[in-house]
């Protein structure tokens, strides 16, 4: 026990609690209007933020061998719940994503990030070597679609795109051939570049020669050339399928200042609070976007944007290198460790984390679309700031036994 507590990062461990803390702050500074508490919303912060603290200490004490025995067990335990939010879960603005638990809301999507992340790290960890690769990318890729449909049906799709990017990220890191991370690639590919016919017949040309070039094969490159055709001319088809609301964000990306006062207004209403905070901000409890209920949902999603708001590019900068800390050592964690569960399970964490930063702190300036996808640590929310301490205890853990083989 000595060993692995001198073992453990402290670097990280610190990184790891100043987030958290700085996700209080902020969450206090949205409650706070006209020298009252006008809302609840930072109590109930507070007592996730003790009970994730203890769970975080918790699991950093487990033995990782146990969440590798288990690990089936907890992806299963995650569909079900998936299925489960489906069936008898709460609808909120029309959407089904949470379970209610009496006083409690849980949100099965945020823990199924985990169970994923478990199981496609034992899965891909676990798969001989010397087999056949297309096994080892097509069961992990079963793995993760079907949290992702689920997740789709709720509806959820900021959630919902970051499994794939999981899996993506999870199968470059456990060794899977250039020419299966291309393949699975294409769809996203085809969908962005299908805008523009030039572009799109560029991106078509590179890919396939890649694949043939990574592969030398032509099935691959065939199969390439058939998943983007068929989805650049789906195209029409996915655009339809989307809800109204997810139509009016991409179309909002595209053109903020077509209805400022309808569907851009959050963006817009962002890019000013961060903007109006300068170099050092308008000090703590001074931002009028935030103060005066401006900026919308200014405790969740656009947290990010109330602190910057407050604090200006120098705290914006301090919260940006408090995550590339953790981001850091987890990747130092991932390329020392001697088991290969324990690689995966930290290179599939630090891919999770950086996916969600980059997906809000980009929607905030309006480089993305709105996605609703919360700031790790720092949006209020009980489910993915458990969550996200559950995970950090599972990255300190490997912190203690990476000599483990």
């Known amino acids: 026990m000595q060993r692995m507590l001198w073992g453990i990062e402290l670097r990280l461990l610190a990184a790891l609690l100043a987030l958290v803390f700085i996700g209080l702050v902020a969450n206090y500074s949205t409650s706070y209007v006209e020298g009252d508490l006008e809302h609840w ?11 994730g603290v203890v769970l975080m200490a918790i699991v950093a004490a487990t033995q990782p061998r146990y969440f590798q025995f288990f690990a089936y067990v907890f992806y299963g335990l995650g ?62 890729l079963v793995m993760a679609l079907i949290p992702t449909a689920l997740i789709l049906i709720e509806p959820d799709l900021g959630t919902a795109l970051v499994y794939p990017i999981l899996l993506f990220c999870m199968l470059a890191w456990g060794g899977a051939p ?19 016919l030039i572009v799109y017949a560029t991106a078509f040309v590179v890919l396939v020669a890649a694949v043939f070039l990574s592969s030398r094969r032509w099935l691959p490159m065939a199969l390439a050339a058939g998943i983007f055709l068929s989805i650049g001319t789906a195209r029409p088809v996915l655009w339809n399928k989307l809800h109204p609301y997810q139509q009016k964000r991409l179309l909002t990306f595209l053109d903020p200042e077509a209805d400022p006062l309808g569907s851009a207004y959050q963006i817009i209403q962002s890019k000013i609070a961060v903007g ?72 599939g964490i630090v891919s999770l984390l950086t996916v969600q930063v980059l997906l809000n702190l980009f929607m905030t300036v309006g480089l993305l679309p709105v996605t609703g996808v919360p700031l790790p640590f720092i949006s209020y929310g009980g489910s993915s700031l458990i969550c996200w301490l559950v995970m950090s205890g599972l990255l300190l853990g490997v912190s203690m036994r990476w000599r483990d083989y």
């Open 41 to 51: 919303h930072i109590y109930r912060q507070l007592i996730w933020a003790a009970a």
């Open 79 to 140: 569909v079900l719940a998936l299925l489960a939010v489906l069936v008898i879960g709460q609808t909120q603005m029309g959407a089904k994503r949470w379970l209610s638990l009496g006083a409690f809301q849980l949100q099965p999507s945020e823990f199924a990030k985990i169970s994923t992340l478990l199981g496609l790290a034992r899965w891909i960890g676990d798969y001989p070597r010397d087999a056949n690769p297309t096994g080892l990318t097509l069961g992990a």
């Open 178 to 196: 250039f020419w299966h991370l291309l393949i699975l690639a294409a769809p996203v590919i085809a969908v962005v570049t299908s805008w523009h």
């Open 276 to 347: 109006s905070g300068g170099l050092t901000g308008k000090g703590f409890l001074g931002g009028t976007q935030t103060q005066l209920k401006f900026l919308p949902e200014g405790h969740t999603d656009f947290i990010f944007s109330a602190w910057g708001e407050q604090f200006g590019f120098a705290g914006t900068i301090i919260v940006v290198g408090l995550f590339f800390i953790v981001f850091y050592r987890g990747i130092r964690l991932a390329a020392r460790s001697h088991n290969p569960f324990h690689s995966l399970v930290a290179a």
